[in-house]
Structure formats: C-alpha cells, structure tokens
C-alpha cells in the first residue's frame, strides 16, 4: 500500500495527542493539553500529566476518528511515542497505543518524539514541495533542544547537539517567573519583550565561548542565562530601582535566539547543508521566527517551518512517522518495547 491510514499517539510531556494520517495528508490533529493544571506549579508535573493523559486518552481518540471521518477498524498501523519524555505519561500512551493494536489487530510502530517532530513536516500543505534531505533540525520546546542532522527520516537521524542543562522553553517559564509574568512564560516573554529594547542587557550566550567551539560546537546551555536574568533583577529589586521588565525580557529573548540560530546556522555551513528545519512549541516565538528567516537568508540556508500546531507537541506527527516507516516497508515494533524516557534518536 503507499497511502498507509495510520493513528499516531503522543503522550511524552503535558499534551496528549491523537493524530490521523493517510501517507503525508493529514486527517486528524486531536489534542488534549493540562497545561492549565501545571500552572500553578510553575512546570510540569509528571505525576499529574500521566493522570491527564490517562482521562484524555479514550476522548482524544473518539474526537480524532470523528475528525478523520474514517471508523477506527479501518486504520492500517498504529504508531506511539515510546520516548524521550516524562516516564510515567509515555507509558499511558505506550499501554493505549498496545492495547488499541491488540484490539484491533493491526501492527505497532513505537516511534521516537524528536524524528517525529521532524515528520511532521511531511503534513505540510499541497504544492509546498516535499522535505529536502538531508536537512539540518532545531527543536526547541519545554522539554528539549536538540540540534539534528536527518538525511533519511526512518533510517539516518543524527543527533548533533542538545542542551546539557535546562530546555530553551524551560528557560522562558523560568524567567518569566522572575518577572512576575505567569506560567506558560514563553508566550508572556515574547509579548512584553515586543516594546523592549534587545540591546538594554547583554545577556551571557551559553556554550559560545573559544573554548566551547570543539566539545560543545553544537550542544546548548540555558541554566546560566537564566541565573544572570535573576541576578540581575535581584541587584535592581536591592538597589530599589524599578526593573524595567520589556528591556530584560526584550534582552534575554535576544540571547536565547541568538544562540539557537548561531549554532544550527552553523551546523548547516559545517556539514555543508543548505537547509534548516525548526520545531517545537518556542518556534511560536515571533524572533525565533524573525532571525530565523534573516539569517537563513543571508547565509542562503532553505528554512522550513510547520504550521505552529504540528511544531507544539501533537499526534499527527508520530501518525506521520508512522506513515513513512509503513511506506518503507519497516517491520512493526511487537509489542515488547516500553517507554524510554531516554530513548536516542
Ligand atoms: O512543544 P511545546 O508545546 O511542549 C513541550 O514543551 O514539549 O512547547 C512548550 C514550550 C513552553 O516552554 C513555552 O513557554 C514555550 O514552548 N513557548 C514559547 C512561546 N510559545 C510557547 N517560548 C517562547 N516564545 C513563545 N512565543
Ligand atoms: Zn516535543
């Protein structure tokens, strides 16, 4: 068959997600976030997330075969993050996605949640032109930031770079608490940061220095951006001056930009690939997006950027790897495998 219908089942962080795919068209994106019961945390709880995902899981299917308008024994593979993420959320979809399988008798794909972030570009509209590989790839979200170089999305994925302390995403919720700014941060930063100054603050850029070029070329650091953010409001707060909160969100989202774009612009001249695909839930941030298409213009790099809902963790991404491990002819998984909350690419 080469239009595989696959349901794809994301449970990694705090979004569960059930996507419907047939081939590279997308069907379905159903999505269920609890979000809201993390906020007052300040981040995500794993606890509460694997019982979120467990209450959504049995709707966000029936909303998904509804929105796909196909009956659910009509699929012909099923696909599940089996990891990275939190452990104890992947194993509520890992358990669903087996047991849907069993049930229905149809085979499994346990797929990783990075590559899959990368599939969902396969999903993107008609007359967009397929996904050129190889291609270099930056995701950055609350949960991760890795830098990939994929030349085959089911066979050859690289994994460059991540960060070696706290995700991009995280750094933003972090900081943002430092400025009062509530949780999810990353939105809140980048709408106080629009009437900032970017050049109020200079801000440290992570792993940038000399001696960082050769062990750390690729890999980030966001732990100590964030402490000199607080640092920083700290010795104002003690000085008893005002802080001028759009300048410091304004400057920190300039050094966290800065980095991300310096180093996966990098990695493309270094490998000598023209092409840099973004993904996850901080490509919403408008200069991810700005300095993205600048840079990547002025270096002659391609830049290819998903619809904001297939870059946020969702189903129809894994559904969508799942589809082109089907269409390459790949054995299904079994159903051995469990949820890898380290699981490489
Ligand atoms: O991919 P995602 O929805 O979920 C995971 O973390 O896996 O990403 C959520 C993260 C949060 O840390 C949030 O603060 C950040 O993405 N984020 C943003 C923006 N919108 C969401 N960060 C910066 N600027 C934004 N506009
Ligand atoms: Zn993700």
């Given at each position: 068959r080469d239009q595989p219908l696959v349901l794809g089942i994301e449970t990694s962080c705090d979004e569960t997600g059930v996507g419907i795919v047939r081939g590279t068209s997308l069907l379905a994106n159903a999505i269920a976030s609890s979000m809201e019961e993390h906020a007052r945390y300040g981040g995500v709880v794993p606890e509460v997330a694997a019982r979120a995902h467990l209450e959504a899981m049995t709707p966000t299917i029936r909303e998904a075969v509804a929105e796909a308008g196909i009956r659910l024994e009509d699929v012909d593979a099923i696909a599940v993050t089996?990891?990275?993420?939190?452990s104890g959320a992947l194993m509520v979809g890992v358990g669903a996605a087996k047991a849907l399988a069993v049930a229905l008798g149809k085979p499994l794909y346990a797929v990783n949640h990075l590559v899959g972030h990368v599939g969902?570009?396969?999903?993107?509209?008609?007359?967009?032109?397929d996904i050129e590989l190889p291609t270099i790839a930056l995701l950055v979200s609350g949960g991760h930031t890795s830098l990939l170089l994929v030349r085959?999305?089911?066979?050859d994925v690289e994994l460059l770079g991540e960060t070696i302390d706290d995700a991009a995403g995280e750094a933003f919720d972090k900081v943002a608490r430092v400025l009062g700014l509530p949780y999810p941060g990353g939105p809140q930063i980048d709408r106080v940061a629009a009437?900032?100054?970017?050049?109020a603050i200079r801000f440290p850029r992570g792993l940038s220095l000399p001696k960082d070029r050769?062990?750390?070329?690729y890999d980030f650091s966001f732990s100590g951006l964030k402490t000199a953010v607080a640092r920083w409001v700290e010795r104002e707060q003690d000085a008893g001056r005002e802080v001028p909160v759009a300048d410091v969100a304004a400057s920190f989202r300039e050094a966290v930009v800065d980095v991300l774009l310096t180093k996966a612009l990098a990695a493309c001249a270094d490998v000598g690939v023209p092409r840099l695909l973004l993904g996850g839930g901080v490509v919403a941030n408008a200069r991810v997006r700005e300095v993205a298409r600048e840079r990547c213009a002025e270096q002659g790099v391609e830049l290819r950027i998903p619809p904001l809902e297939l870059c946020t963790d969702n189903g129809a991404m894994i559904a969508a790897l799942g589809a082109q491990l089907v269409m390459a002819g790949r054995e299904p998984s079994g159903l051995d495998f469990g949820a890898d909350s380290t699981l490489p690419v």
């Open positions: 089996s990891g990275p993420g939190l969902a570009d396969v999903l993107r509209a008609e007359g967009e032109g085959d999305l089911v066979s009437s900032g100054d970017p050049r050769e062990r750390h070329r």
